[in-house]
């Protein structure tokens, strides 16, 4: 018996059968994948998923892969869950701890909702993958076709950082360099597929994609010995992984992996140079979300027209989140502020998720026994050009190769 | 005339049309121009109180009319409106 048994909108309850879309016919609203969830009931179990393999994959009872399919892989998930003692000492918060997840094959998050879609579109007979992408997404999705042998289209702004091109362009794929911003890349894309025989990660195959991002929730719980947190802080671009996120926790109760029914408050984190989901939250209106211009350093996240920014405010405003947002130098700052207290260096990304953690803590949002994950979704040196241009670095000098030039320069 | 490109999930209501040519002045009467000639595009690209849907992005010759004056925008002859649906993207 297949354990996942269609797709469903989430806005109007329309069922669809299993194949590439995803959107409604009625309403546009997001299709959702389907489980039979009797069935997996009776399989589930704490022990099943502690003998799994140390991957993502140790919870492939819920994610929308059959039992049947060769999945593509190269042991993403699992990352490190560290407790960020100094970090939190420095922001009074006594159990706080970071997903690492900048720790995965290709540095970022994405591995996780790739290894998922990838898996999907080969067991579906699609011949060639693509995507919609500001950097992190065509990493992974270019890597895994490469390991997949399929063939591959990505589409990313022309302005991409280089570290990021390089990183795309060594696995070879077909890389469409689109004259715009990622919101103009995501609507030719939206285009696109109804005109090509394309599985476009984040777009049509979206569904199975999104599932994915739950791993990283399920990994949280299971390292803090199948315990919620009290707070997670989530970066925002889109706001597709946060929503899954949600339905993550709603999982492990459901099927019993964690006890008791209180839900982590959700927070989310923007850039205040693409902050769209956080204007709305604070607005009268906070299920619209107006889009926006992106203009900020935290590229990976600046989508100015999030399909999920609504989702995003109910989410966090029915658990006790916030959404909060931070100016380009407090993301700097909480990059380097990560790097020097906690030995991680993370995207810029990752600097807005610290530095909303950092701006809230400082507020006096908690009282400091409360247990606080944030998720750290990339690696810094996807956005190593940032540092290199912002207020250098002042214990950096310059000596000729003597002791007397030593002596004179460095204070030791 | 301007034209409409209507994305495959509303080519039922379209009768099977790519491209459906308006005469209008600003969106809201090109919308409705489109709905009086095949009814059922009001409500699905309009909520209760006349906005734009929530899922619903409309492009006037590429530019997201949100960014702009919205369902007030000028529309002239030789332009193009893109339907697209909102749901997609995660950078």
């Known amino acids: ?412 | 005339m301007a034209q409409f490109r209507i994305p495959g999930p509303l080519r039922r209501l379209s009768e099977g049309e790519v491209t459906v040519d308006v005469e209008a002045e600003d969106l809201a009467s090109a919308i409705d121009a489109l709905d009086a000639r095949y009814p059922g595009f009001r409500d699905r690209l309009l909520d209760e109180k006349g906005d734009l849907r929530q899922f619903v992005n409309v492009y006037l010759n590429d530019e997201d009319v949100r960014l702009g004056s919205g369902l007030q925008a000028r529309v002239g002859a030789k332009d193009e409106i893109s339907i697209v649906p909102a749901v997609a993207g995660g950078s």
């Not at chain 1, 979300?289 to 995003?312: C, E, F, W």
Request: with cysteine.
């Open chain 1, 1 to 412: 018996m297949p354990k996942v048994v269609g797709l469903r909108c989430r806005e109007c309850g329309t069922e669809y059968p299993l194949q590439a879309t995803h959107v409604c016919e009625m309403c546009f609203g997001p299709l959702d994948a389907v489980y039979d969830l009797d069935a997996l009931k009776k399989t589930v179990s704490r022990k099943r998923i502690e003998d799994g393999p140390k991957s993502m994959w140790r919870y492939r009872d819920l994610l929308p892969i059959e039992d049947s399919v060769n999945v593509v892989t190269l042991g993403e998930g699992f990352t490190p869950l560290v407790k960020a003692d100094r970090l939190g000492a420095e922001l009074g918060l006594r159990n706080l701890y970071l997903k690492n997840d900048s720790m995965n094959p290709t540095n970022s998050f994405k591995d996780r909702v790739v290894s998922v879609a990838i898996s999907w579109a080969r067991a579906h007979g699609f011949e060639t993958i693509a995507c919609a992408s500001t950097g992190n997404l065509a990493n992974a999705v270019a890597t895994y076709a490469a390991r997949a042998g399929l063939e591959c289209f990505v589409f990313i702004p022309v302005d991409l950082e280089p570290a990021k091109v390089a990183s795309i362009s060594v696995f070879d794929p077909n890389v469409v360099a689109v004259r715009g911003n990622y919101d103009d890349v995501n609507r030719l894309c939206s285009q696109l597929i109804e005109s090509t025989p394309w599985a476009f990660c984040n777009i049509n195959i979206r569904p199975f994609y999104a599932e994915g991002s739950k791993t990283l929730t399920f990994e949280t719980v299971e390292q803090l010995g199948w315990k919620l947190p009290d707070e997670i802080i989530i970066p925002i671009a889109s706001g597709c992984q946060f929503v899954r996120h949600r339905q993550a926790v709603r999982e492990l109760i459901e099927f019993g992996l964690v006890r008791g029914d209180r839900v982590p408050a959700f927070t989310g984190a923007q850039a205040l140079g693409c902050a769209p989901v956080y204007n709305a939250f604070h607005s009268d209106t906070p299920d619209r979300v107006l889009p926006v211009k992106p203009d900020t350093i935290a590229r990976s996240i600046a989508i100015g027209n999030p399909s999920d920014g609504v989702y995003v405010n109910r989410i966090a405003r029915d658990t006790g989140g916030v959404v909060e947002a931070v100016t380009e130098d407090e993301i700097v700052d909480a990059m380097r502020l990560l790097a020097r207290t906690e030995g991680i260096f993370t995207e810029t990304a990752g600097g807005v998720t610290i530095g909303v953690l950092a701006r809230l803590a400082r507020a006096g949002r908690w009282n400091g026994d409360e247990v606080v994950v944030a998720y750290v979704t990339g690696h810094g040196l996807k956005t190593a050009e940032v540092l290199a241009t912002a207020n250098g670095h002042a214990r950096r000098v310059e000596i000729e190769p003597t002791m007397k030039s030593f002596r004179e320069q460095v204070n030791f």
